[in-house]
T-cell receptor, first 113, second 112 residues
Framework: GAVVSQHPSWVICKSGTSVKIECRSL??????MFWYRQFPKQSLMLMAT?????????EQGVEKDKFLINHASLTLSTLTVTSAHPEDSSFYIC?????????FGPGTRLTVL | DAKTTQPTSMDCAEGRAANLPCNHSTISGNEYVYWYRQIHSQGPQYIIHGLKNNETNEMASLIITEDRKSSTLILPHATLRDTAVYYCIVRVATEGAQKLVFGQGTRLTINP
C-alpha cells in the first residue's frame, strides 16, 4: 500500500508552453501533498505544499503564478509549469503524507527546449 | 526543523555492513530522526525512523545515541542495489502532512 504515482514520467516541451504534471495517491487519501524540484547533482528543494480544497502554500522564492498547483481531490494534485523556459528543466517530485510517513512519487523529468 | 550534517560520500564493499552517520546536535525533544534514500532518477524511499530507542526493520537498523545528538543508519549486508543518496531528516512526527527539508545527504557507493 501507500503508492504515489506521477504522470507523465518525462516530458519535453518547447519554450513558452505550459506543462501539467499529475500526482496521485493510489490507495490512500491525502489532504496534503508536497511538490519538490531537483536539479542535477543537487538535493530536493521543496516548492510548495498542496492542500485539498484550499490554496497552496509556496516556499520563499517560488513564483506562485508560474507554478500553479491545484489539489482537486483527496487523491490528486497537479502542478502546472506555465510559460516554461529552459531554466525550468528539472526533476519534479511529489509526495503525500499518511500517518507519520511520507510517500514519494517516481518523479517527472521536464526538459524545456 | 533541526539541521543535520552528513558526510558527502561513502564507499562500502558488497556484503559488508554500511554504517551511515548523521549529526543532529540541535534536535528537539519531540523530533524524530527519519532516513530516506534516493536511487538515481527515482523518488525518495522511506527507510526507517526513530525517536530515542534503536529501531530495526527489514531494510535497516537505526542507532540513536543516548543524548540524541547523532545517529547511525546501518545496512547490515549491503548490495549493489543499495547504491543511493541517503538523507537523514529530523522532524516532528505528527500526521504525514508535514514537509520534509532535505539536506545534501550521503552518496553511498557499494563496490563489488
Amino acid at each position: 500500500g501507500a503508492v504515489v504515482s506521477q504522470h507523465p514520467s518525462w516530458v519535453i516541451c518547447k519554450s513558452g508552453t505550459s506543462v501539467k504534471i499529475e500526482c496521485r495517491s493510489l490507495d490512500f487519501q491525502a489532504t496534503t501533498m508536497f511538490w519538490y524540484r531537483q536539479f542535477p547533482k543537487q538535493s530536493l528543494m521543496l516548492m510548495a505544499t498542496s492542500n485539498e480544497g484550499s490554496k497552496a502554500t509556496y516556499e520563499q522564492g517560488v513564483e506562485k503564478d508560474k507554478f500553479l498547483i491545484n489539489h482537486a481531490s483527496l487523491t490528486l494534485s497537479t502542478l502546472t509549469v506555465t510559460s516554461a523556459h529552459p531554466e525550468d528543466s528539472s526533476f519534479y517530485i511529489c509526495s503525500a503524507g499518511r500517518y507519520n510517513e511520507q510517500f514519494f512519487g517516481p518523479g517527472t523529468r521536464l526538459t524545456v527546449l | 526543523d533541526a539541521k543535520t550534517t552528513q558526510p558527502t560520500s561513502m564507499d562500502c564493499a558488497e556484503g559488508r555492513a554500511a554504517n551511515l552517520p548523521c549529526n543532529h546536535s540541535t534536535i528537539s525533544g519531540n523530533e524524530y530522526v527519519y532516513w530516506y534514500r534516493q536511487i538515481h532518477s527515482q523518488g525518495p524511499q522511506y527507510i526507517i525512523h526513530g525517536l530515542k530507542n534503536n529501531e530495526t526493520n527489514e531494510m535497516a537498523s537505526l542507532i540513536i545515541t543516548e543524548d540524541r545528538k547523532s545517529s547511525t543508519l546501518i545496512l547490515p549486508h549491503a548490495t549493489l542495489r543499495d547504491t543511493a543518496v541517503y538523507y537523514c531528516i529530523v522532524r516532528v512526527a505528527t500526521e504525514g502532512a508535514q514537509k520534509l527539508v532535505f539536506g545534501q545527504g550521503t552518496r553511498l557507493t557499494i563496490n563489488p
